[in-house]
């Protein structure tokens, strides 16, 4: 199997923060990766359908909550390179389904849901052997996608980087993304995750586990943000959210606010506090996650 990356845009955008800062801002557009298989999740998956394909596999499995980015990805990966899916869903099943897990049952994934107890075991022996019971064998994707398959994908972002930077930042979840980038720039730049989740602290270990694998000395400049998660991971209030559909106002980019939203609100802010020195120049990287903007505004929450 071979999966060429998709070439997508470096932009840069305009503000007179940024002036006066003596800033310029670009920001990596992985948003237009794919319709489905958006952002990171493409990079993330890459290896990893690779790998299965490679001994045979004939079903991906993964885990998400109801509105995950990476269910609705995997289901559509799954589809365009030939994969039966299965999701296991965090939570009951409530219908009509939602839109984000709509668009996966559209891409034929399967979706298993199982008690919130069980689903903080998800890997638990027992679980994965039921479950092998139940559908057959399988190769099992983590949550949010990231190991080290996932880390080989999301370093190959960088070289698409066609200019020089002082910093490249990210939203974090589970530290994948991050990880990634920090393999990518091998010391030359600065990397800078921004997290998303309330008591993200653990990111760090989450991180240095994924970068073990390959053994590199010296990937030591990098640090994760915890200020900018208003409240914990899907939490929004009024301000991130005008924050986030005037950003699209002012440059044409769509972001969302579980993500991309926080990271951007903690650049600008950033900058206004003098944490990046003047004539600096910063990447940020779209990560995608716009299909989750459905599921907000389906619940008001948007």
């Known amino acids: 199997m071979i999966i060429n990356n998709p070439i997508t845009p470096l932009t840069e955008i305009f503000d007179p923060l940024f002036e006066n800062k003596k800033i310029r801002l670009f920001i990596k557009r992985e948003d237009l990766t794919d319709d489905f298989i958006s952002g990171n999740k493409w990079y993330k998956l890459k290896y990893n ?3 299965a394909e490679k001994f045979d596999y004939k079903t991906l499995l993964t ?24 999701g296991v869903i965090r939570g009951e099943e409530h219908l009509p389904l939602n839109p984000t897990l709509s668009s996966a049952q559209k891409n034929e994934m399967i979706c298993e849901y199982i008690d919130r107890k069980s689903y903080r075991n998800k890997y638990d022996k027992g679980l994965i052997q039921t479950l092998k019971e139940k559908f057959g064998d399988f190769y099992l994707i983590p949550e949010g996608g990231s190991n080290y398959l996932a880390i ?11 200019t020089e ?52 000395e010296n990937l030591d400049k990098w640090q994760i943000n915890l200020d900018y998660h208003f409240g914990g991971y899907a939490k929004t209030n009024k301000e991130l959210n005008n924050f986030s559909t005037e950003f699209k106002v002012k440059h044409n980019i769509p972001i969302e606010p579980i993500y991309t939203g926080k990271m951007f609100y903690g650049i600008y802010d950033l900058i206004k506090k003098n944490f990046f020195p003047a004539n600096s120049k910063i990447v940020a990287l779209h990560t995608g996650g716009l299909q989750g903007l459905k599921g907000l505004e389906q619940r008001g929450k948007y």
């Open 49 to 51: 359908l690779i790998e």
């Open 63 to 86: 885990f998400g909550g109801a509105y995950s980015n990476h269910i609705h990805a995997t289901a559509a990966a799954g589809k365009k390179y030939g994969f039966k899916t299965i």
């Open 152 to 162: 080989k994908g999301c370093a190959e972002i960088i070289p698409s980087i066609k």
């Open 165 to 216: 930077f002082n910093f490249v930042c990210s939203a974090c979840g589970t530290g994948g993304t991050l990880a990634g980038l920090i393999l990518g720039l091998n010391s030359k730049s600065f990397a800078l995750g921004f997290s998303v989740l309330k008591g993200g602290e653990f990111l760090y270990q989450n991180v240095r586990s994924l970068l073990l694998h390959y053994q590199k």
